[in-house]
Every structure is written in C-alpha cells, then in structure tokens.
C-alpha cells in the first residue's frame, strides 16, 4: 500500500516534470517525435533507478558516517556521470539491442537534472525513506517522467500540422502546450 | 603550451589533483560557514519562539515524545522574573502535500494557543505557502484558539479551524501539527508546570 | 568579436533562457517571484564566473579525454560554495530556492560554457563570457519571475501594486510554462527588430 501511494504521488501529484520543474531539457528537447520519447523514457528508467541505489547506499554509509554530507553534490553527480559510462559501455557488450535502443540516449542523461535531483530528494530527511522505498520513489518518478514526455510528444506531432502563428512557432507553443498539461495534471492534486 | 597526452598516469593523476583541491576548498568552506548556519537556525528559532510567547527573559528546553510519531517534540518553557508565561512548542507533521511540515506553537498555562508561526515547509507556492505569517493571515486565527472547547480540525472534516482554498491537504496537515503539540501539552502538563516551578 | 559584444550577447541575442533554452528547469522551478529569479541568476552567474576562470586556467594542463569529469568536479565544488554560503547569510531565499541551488550543477548553461568557451579562450574573455550569459540569465528569470508575481500576486519584489489576488495560475506550475512560451516568442520578435 505504502509503495503504491508513494508511486501514484510521484507519477500524478509532485509530477517530476509538470510539478517540480526537474528533467525539462530533455522534455523540451526529445519529445518531438513518440520513438524517441520513449527511448528517452526507457534511459531515464534505467538510469534513475541505479542511480538511486548507489546514491542512497553512499549517502547513508558513506557521508553520514564520517559527517561530510556537504560533498553530497559533488559525489552524486560523479557517480551518475560514471554510472552513465558504465552503463553505455556494459549495455554495448552485453546486449547490442538494448543498445542500439538507448545507447544516443545514455550521454545526454547526465546533464538530465531530473536524475541529480530525485537522488537527492530520496534521502531528504523529511521522507525517511528506506532503500525500498527510495527505489520504489525513484521508478515513480521515471514513470512520472515517460508518461508526460511520451503525451507531449504525442501532442507535438500534431502540433506542427496545425497552423501556428508565426512568433508562437516552435519553442513557444511548446511551452504554452506544457503549460496546459500542467494544468490538467494540477486536477491530480486531492489524489492521494 | 601544448595539452598534457591522455595517458593513464596522466588522468589518474589530473582527476587525484583536482578532486583533493576541490575536497580540500569546500572542506575549508565548510568550516568557515559551519558557524554562520548554526546561528542562523539558532536565530530562526528565536525569532519563532518571541513571536508565539509573550514577552520572557529565560528559556528552558525540555523534550517529549508525542503520543503519535517517533521524533521528540522541543518545549520552550518562557519564564519571566522566574514565573513560567508560556511553552513554546516546536511541532512537525508528515500530512503535507510534499514533505514534512514544521511550525512552533505558543500555548499559555492553560493550553490555550497563544500564536502559531510556520518554521519550514516545501508546500506548493500560491496555495499552500498560506500557512507563512507573510503571505495571508490564514494562521492568525489559531491566536486564542482554545482547542479543549473547539475542535482542531478544518471545517471540511468537521473541525472549527477555516481551511485553506484549494489548499486542503495543507490546511489539514497543519492542524494535525499544532493538535500534536497541543495533545503532548496537555499529556505532560503537570511535568511542565512542576518544572516551572508551581 | 569585441568584449562589449561578448558581453551583451546573452541578453538578447544569445539569452541562455529565451534562445539557447538553457537551465530551464531553474528558470520554471524558482520564478514565483522576482526577488527569487534574481536571487537564482546571480547564484548561477557567481558558479558560471568563478568555474570559467577556473577551467581557463588550468585547461592547458587537464588531458583532454579526462577534461568533462575534472570540469564537473569544478563546477560542483563552486555551487557547494554557494549552497554553504546562502544558508549561512541568506536563510530564507536559501529556503524557497531549496533543491535548485545544488542543482546548479546539472545546468546545462554551465557545463557548456566551460567546455564552448572557457576551455578555448582566455581568462579575460572567459569572465566576460561568464558575466555576460550569467546575467543574461539573471536578466531572464528576474524578467520572468516579475510577470508571474505581477499577473499572479499583483506584487512586484513584494511591493503591492494593485489590490486583489491577482491570477494564481501564475503563481502555479501551469503559469511558470506559459508566461515563459510567451516571453520566448516575445523575445523573438525584439531579435528579429534588432536583426
């Protein structure tokens, strides 16, 4: 019960996207077409998941252990940089598929600070979250974000056949679009 | 000067050096910085306690553990000319719509609510950052609220507090903090007002 | 290119927000107010010109397959400076600029100009370009941050301008979406004008 409230508040209510803010780049960026969406959706999965094990596990055995919890920014975003690395280089040997699929997705997740920041909001001490539920958190949250890109791609190709004014076009429109997708997920809000 | 060669030593060496200096800086930072934020909690927390008790000349902290979640609450027992005016109560709630909540409660001798001021909150900004003194007088109707003869619950749910529009999870997880300080109040009354000497 | 030019490019032209669409995430997450949009870019100014003097100075003696790691590492010491140094002396902007101060780290605006201009040019254009872009983006959140507590508050850096509750959309999510799609299109049309 616990881990399917915390997943549908992180999917529809503190949407990562829509309602902080995080992982906008990539929204913006690769959400032109469905396909790609959803290989973006799938690398941030990955990622965010593994991430949030190996963050969580330092932060608490690591930095709070020897009180140097002020390297918090700077190891997290070491160990996602070379988490992204290793990935790139493991799914290239094991399996080339899988690869093929994420792998022009995998340099890009760095600079995602959807990744950096639902790290660090998993061992916020105001959650108290234990190694599942943080895992548990993080997925949500790679849900959260697959589901709005992938509706925003959706609605994007269709935008571009519709006759936008000249100044609205691109950019713009995107994020006026955005913004009434925030809006219908604001209706999410009484959810849990 | 021509770029130093990607040869193993090399970068083993290049990330060594620059990962000491910039753990060597910050750690250096961080001491210089280490007091400033003390104080600035430390003056946060005085800030809250004048604004929910009367005028006082000492403090005394004491703390119990509520009947309902695990984290001990902080009582601020204000004396003044050494007769106890007011305990000021540092309360919390996990009811918020993102995170925990933390507000100080002022009660008078009888449990009556002196004042409530919001201490922290991550709550979403327009709705629920109501509950902060500065942005709407919303929390300025718990000042002489007197929960044993009023209810401390939002009218939606019954109760005799007004909630917050479009901000309910907010309102109701508030009134869940200042009805835990109070419960602990009233729990450990005799305790308080032995140790403030009556 | 003339220092004045690179300096004022990320105003208008260049702006990190309205055209490169950089750091947008900061740009939404903290512009409920103007005082919070300014409080923001000058945090990412101080990080974009203290890790590009940084980066120009030792980019000759970093090996180039290691430069990415060692200039994240810059970058992220810099931001913890500021993290430290904002909850010692400004506790309450500290507070409502919350996770997006170590996010800093993670700007794209940052990274790229350490590695597109810091790591090529000189000390001295690199603090102009530094200066330049981190005010263009303050430029642009505070620009941001002041439609959204206009329209949405009625208030501009907390002084009241007219009675009334204003729109709360655009104090909410929603309003952080579309005022920025308008000012970007806005935008467009003054570069077109300046063109």
Redesign the interface.
């Known amino acids: 019960m616990e881990y399917i409230v915390i997943i549908i508040g992180a999917v529809f209510v503190n949407n990562i996207v829509l309602a902080q803010f995080l992982g906008i780049c990539p929204y913006l960026g690769v959400s032109a077409k469905v396909s790609t969406s959803v290989g973006m959706s799938g690398a941030v999965m990955f990622v965010m998941t593994l991430a949030t094990i190996v963050t969580f596990l330092i932060y608490n055995y690591i930095l709070i252990p020897f009180d140097i919890t002020y390297l918090q920014t700077i190891s997290y975003i070491l160990v996602v940089a070379s988490l992204v690395q290793m990935v790139e280089i493991i799914l290239k040997k094991v399996s080339p598929a899988l690869y093929q699929a994420l792998g022009i997705f995998l340099p890009l997740i760095v600079t995602n600070c959807a990744i950096l920041g639902v790290t660090i909001l998993a061992v916020r001490e105001d959650y108290g979250f234990h190694l599942l539920e943080a895992v548990v958190f993080a997925i949500g949250n790679a849900l959260g974000f697959a589901l709005t890109i992938v509706l925003f791609a959706g609605i994007r190709e269709h935008l571009d056949l519709m006759d936008v004014p000249k100044g609205m076009r691109g950019a713009p429109a995107a994020l006026v679009v955005a913004g009434i997708l925030a809006l219908a997920f604001m209706g999410f809000a009484n959810l849990v | ?7 193993f030593l ?2 083993v060496l ?2 060594v050096i ?2 000491a200096a ?2 060597f ?2 750690a250096t ?2 001491n210089l ?1 280490k007091e ?2 003390e ?3 430390e003056a ?1 927390r005085q800030a809250a306690i004048s604004m929910v008790l009367p005028e006082f000349d000492e403090l005394q902290t004491l703390s119990f553990i509520p009947a309902t979640g695990s984290e001990p609450l902080e009582f601020n027992l204000g004396f003044k000319n050494n007769e106890l005016v007011g305990v000021a109560v540092a309360t919390y709630t ?1 009811m918020g ?4 909540i933390r507000a100080m409660v002022g009660f008078d001798l009888d449990g009556r609510i002196i004042d409530v001021v919001h201490l ?1 909150h ?1 709550e ?4 629920g950052d109501k509950i902060e003194k500065g942005k709407s007088d919303w929390s300025d109707q718990f000042a002489g609220f007197d929960p044993s003869a009023s209810v401390l619950r939002v009218r939606n749910d019954g109760g005799d507090v007004d909630g917050i529009t ?1 901000a ?2 907010t309102a109701r997880a508030y009134c869940d903090a200042i009805d835990r300080a109070w419960q602990t109040f009233m729990a450990n009354r005799e305790t308080v007002l032995k140790e403030g000497g009556e | 290119m003339g220092q004045l030019q690179n300096f004022s490019k990320g105003f208008i032209r260049e702006n990190p927000v309205f055209v490169l669409l950089l750091g947008l995430c900061p740009a939404l997450g903290v512009t409920t107010s103007a005082f919070n949009g300014l409080g923001m870019g000058l945090a990412t100014t101080f990080v974009l010109v203290s890790s590009n003097i940084v980066v120009s100075l030792i980019k000759n003696y970093i090996p180039s397959k290691v430069r990415i790691p060692s200039f994240i590492v810059v970058i992220a010491s810099f931001v913890t400076i500021v993290d430290l140094v904002m909850e010692a002396y400004m506790p309450a902007l500290f507070d409502s600029l919350g996770l997006f101060i170590p996010l800093i780290v993670v700007n794209c605006l940052v990274m790229g100009r350490a590695e597109a201009f810091a790591s090529k040019n000189n000390t001295f254009s690199a603090i102009v370009d530094g200066l330049g872009m981190g005010l263009g983006f303050a430029f642009a959140l505070t620009l941001l941050g002041g439609l959204r507590e206009i329209l949405g508050a009625g208030e501009f850096f907390g002084l009241s301008l007219f009675a009334g509750d204003g729109m709360l959309v655009f104090v909410l999510a929603p309003g952080a979406f579309i005022g920025l799609g308008y000012l970007v299109a806005l935008n467009n049309i003054v570069k077109k004008k300046l063109d």
Not at chain 2, 97 to 100: A, E, K, L, N, W
Not at chain 2, 124 to 127: R, S
């Open positions: 000067m021509a770029k130093k060669e990607s040869t090399n970068m290049t990330l620059v990962a910039a753990s800086t910050l930072v961080y910085t400033p934020i104080r600035a909690r946060a996990s719509y993102s995170g925990v922290s991550t979403t900004p327009g709705l479009a309910t999870i």
